[in-house]
């Protein structure tokens, strides 16, 4: 049934290390051998071996419009036949640039890179330049993109493969770097105690998506809002992976303003895209305005503006968040359903259209909690969804992605696959 897709993975890691370019796709945290997929349309994806499935890993959350929408592939066309890159200003970027602002008024100045990694390692950057203060406090199992200093306890990749800090990262490089439990507000306010007027600032996934996906417990971004007010620390919501996944934001959805924000995934609907911005009195230190540095021969690159512009533009017409949201939810109280029916321990946690099933009987609320759920079933779990044609993430400590692309059809589908898969994987078999 993978025959070529395990005969692409031998060619591969004979090239590529570990056979792939990004370590959570190499099955390592499920077992067996990744699928090569080749073709992707709406809510589905098409793998080197012919068999199709209902995707809900979306590229790890860009796709939020389903795979190839004739919107976005319109626009990508049109900008690259017009050059794919000038290295010099371009009027897309001003007309991304005010999109996004559009959904996040916090974002009074922004500055577009290729990746969540820059944005998150900017927004440190610029906070840090900002205060004169080199501290941030970062949580247990929120992961920032692969800097140095933001590798330590990261969740997700780091996690399936068993290792939550990375080799190569010298200690003095985390030295600044304080660990903190996700919904602590105890904890976080001991490390102010202990550390605040050396306090930088303090990163959060504002809605915790690389440990599975937990939500913050009521009060817990409010109280870091108001430690950061009162130790002058800037506060950064890393919404690289939610962003766009709940309307206004986590930041709108809360009512919580951070005073820097990262972006990325959805806002390049597919292609190298992720911003940091924020108050314009931090983002005036940024170079050219300021002194702090960071540039990209990429950045901005009007293929990937085009894309995300008509992402945006077809996510904010009449109803489509709405929409989304509500066939979101029908899969979740499907899921629900089922797993209820069969007297499972599952817990499915939701917010937008973002979702993620973990094996415990209720849901974690930090990365402690999220790791002592069951792992290995949901590895079995994953594999018997595959054979039934749905494509979840490789790893129990992801999120899962809806798309406006995802049909009722594909709804009861995924349910009867759940119902079939729960059985299938329960009891070690
Ligand atoms: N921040 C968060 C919350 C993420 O989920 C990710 C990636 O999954 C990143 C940052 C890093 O983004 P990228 O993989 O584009 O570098």
Known sequence: MHKRSEELFERASS???????????????VGGSPVFMSRGGGSHVEDEDGNSYVDYVLSWGPLILGHAH??????????????????????REIELAEMVRSYYPSLEKLRFVSSGTEACMGAVRAARGFTGRDKIIKFEGCYHGHADYLLAKAGSGATTLGRPDSRGVPAS??????????????????????????LAAVIVEPVAGNMGLILPEPGFLDSLRNLCTHFDSVLIFDEVLVGFRIKDGAQGHYKVRPDLTCLGKVIGGGFPVGCYGGKKEIMSRVAPEGPVYQAGTLSGNPVAMAAGLATLEELGKEGVFGDLENRTRSLVAALRKEAESLGESVSIVSVGSLFCVFFADKAPINYGEATGTDSQRYGRFFHSMLKRGIYLAPSAFESAFMSTAHSYKDIDKTARAFRESLQESAGGK
């Open 70 to 91: 004739p919107a976005v592939v319109d626009a990508v066309i049109g900008a690259v036949r017009a050059g794919s890159s000038f290295g010099a200003p371009t009027l």
């Open 15 to 29: 090239i590529l290390v570990g056979g792939v370019n990004s370590p959570v796709r190499a099955f390592r945290g």
């Open 173 to 198: 490089f985390t030295e600044h770097t304080i660990i903190v439990p996700y919904n602590d507000v105890k904890a976080v306010e001991r490390a102010f105690a202990e550390h605040g007027p050396d």
